[in-house]
């Protein structure tokens, strides 16, 4: 007699200890990554672990008050969103208030203190060439100098000079060039200088009228004085540098130089702005020794303009053969150039470490803000509120879950020792894999997302229940228990899971329409629902599996929950023989 093959699913139920065996191993692991990280406890949104608020008042320019309107406000909070979540600050709240105020609630973090920073920043981005330099430490000369991040050594040498290059993005840079004494500063600030005419020569040229009412040589006077009297150490007189200059005039700018000093600047109208970088990105090159540098990719219009600045920077002596780049009147880098960088694409080395090679590609890659905002006000938020309100919601929980609990034991009686167990096996996956998801995709623990957890309770514990009813089913169907645990799994299944793709799509909508806190919400509640799949799956099937195996819940015990008795089963179905025809002697 051929003996019948044993189906998948029989082979894989036959031995449900290894599903036991894998989701045990993976709680072990979630819990030993959670301790080597460090990480022991979910990180804590500003409602919960306090953080800072701050106001943000758009200021006019002048002649273009209309700017202020609820578009570029939308704008303008949009792009601050971006900056935040670019440093890795969550559940950052960005909001208008009125007609011209933007508040930004920002966490305690590791980087909340950068964000701030940066939330505000206009990121006004320009390239303009250098026409004198000088480290500044009070009054002082106004003769050209040296580059600020010091000059390098005629001599050939195998490191990499201090001095920043621009080069074409992935070329190498060249280890040193002369320094030699750059041109006047009165032949470049004129409009009608040219590089081959002689300082004489332009000293007879006739007199241009500027866009100041005067001549150039004027203008061009004026700023030579504010220059040597500039001290950049002064941070009040920092802060006033450049105000008022247009993108087109010819400015003064401070800046920091590779050894901390400050540097003062007189740079010419700017040749390309930050509206013509196309992409920005941090990166750390090892091949050619710069360390942390900025790549940029241009527009097709910013490739053009920069091959031309570049193009005749390159026919300069130093320090006018560099270009500042400009961020919001500071300076952060002056790379020189030895040729035209033709390639649409270029990378800025120089001071630059990790953290600020990051900030400058963050700012220049999510834009700029469409208005100039001012500090109105920086407060530091308390959790006193928001601990108050977890601890109301963690004491409504705890009510919930007992009062499940308290069902389960009344209703299900021994079945409720699973549905226990598999309700604890969820909260430990749950806050194992919350706490190392704050240092990982740095989500952070909020209000509405203690309430999507303590939602997910009743999702879980529906899903036992629809798979114990189904049992229960079986056996009121006159079936012994082992097979009716067998039976009803298929039809369970297909309960849970559509009932568990609903919950999931309606959080996944909820997370991408919504923004702030709703989206903790949402993001609990289905990383809720998926955890409960892999729960009743790895665990409460086949547990339910071993114990139909043990003669308290085999024999149907009375408090088992599976007494056929008590469930008011039928007797088991037989067949019935049915009567042989009668056969007719005679004629046989």
Known sequence: ??????????????????????????????????????????????????????????????????????????????IMERRVNGLGVSEAEVQTQGRDNIIVNIPKGTNSEQARKQVGTTAKLYFRPVIATEVSGGAGAA???????????????????????????????????????????????????????????????????????????????????????????????????????????????????????????????????????????????????????????????????????????????????????????????DPYVRQALTGGNAEISGNFNQQSAQDLANMLSYGALPLTFREDSVSTVTAALGGDQLKAGLIAGAIGLALVVIYLLLYYRGLAFIAILSLLVSAALTYTIMALLGPTINFALNLPAVCGAIVAIGITADSFIVYFERVRDEIREGRSLRPAVERAWPRARRTILVSDFVSFLAAAVLFIVTVGKVQGFAFTLGLTTLLDVVVVFLFTKPLLTLMARRPFFANGHKWSGLDPKSLGAKPPLRRTRRPAAPVDTKEA
């Not at 082979?11 to 290894?18: D, I, L, T, Y």
């Not at 040219?194 to 500027?210: F, M």
């Not at 003062?264 to 540098?293: C, F, M, R, S």
């Open 1 to 78: 007699m051929a003996t019948p093959k044993k189906g998948r699913s029989a082979s894989a139920q036959s031995k449900p200890g290894r599903s036991l065996a894998l989701i045990l191993i993976a709680i072990a692991a979630l819990t030993g990554g959670m301790f080597a990280s460090g990480h022991t406890t979910p990180r804590l949104g500003i409602d919960l672990a306090g953080g800072t608020s701050i106001t943000l008042e758009a200021v006019p320019e002048a002649g273009n008050e209309a700017a202020i309107n609820k578009t570029n406000m939308d704008t303008a909070v949009s």
């Open 143 to 333: 003769s050209p100098s040296p580059s600020p991040t010091g000059s390098p050594s005629d001599k050939p040498s195998g490191k990499a000079t201090d001095k920043p290059e621009a080069t074409d993005k992935g070329s190498a840079s060249p280890s040193a060039s002369p320094t030699t004494q750059g041109r006047a500063v009165t032949d470049a600030l004129k409009a009608d200088a040219t590089p081959s005419a002689s300082a004489s020569d332009k000293a007879k040229a006739s007199p241009s009228p500027s866009a100041s009412g005067g001549t150039a040589a004027d203008d061009a006077s004026k700023l030579q004085e504010q220059y040597a009297k500039l001290d950049c150490t002064n941070a009040k007189t920092r802060s006033a540098v450049g105000d008022g200059v247009k993108a087109s005039q010819p400015t003064l700018a401070c800046g920091k130089n590779s050894q901390g000093q400050w540097q003062k600047y007189i740079l010419g109208p700017a040749e390309v702005d930050g509206t013509d970088v196309d992409k920005a990105q941090a990166v750390l090159n090892t091949q050619t020794g710069a360390g942390w540098t900025v790549t940029m990719d241009f527009t097709d219009g910013g490739a053009k303009k920069f091959a031309d600045i570049t193009g005749k920077l390159a026919q300069n002596q130093s320090p006018q053969n560099q270009f500042a780049i400009v961020l919001d009147g500071d300076v952060v880098s």
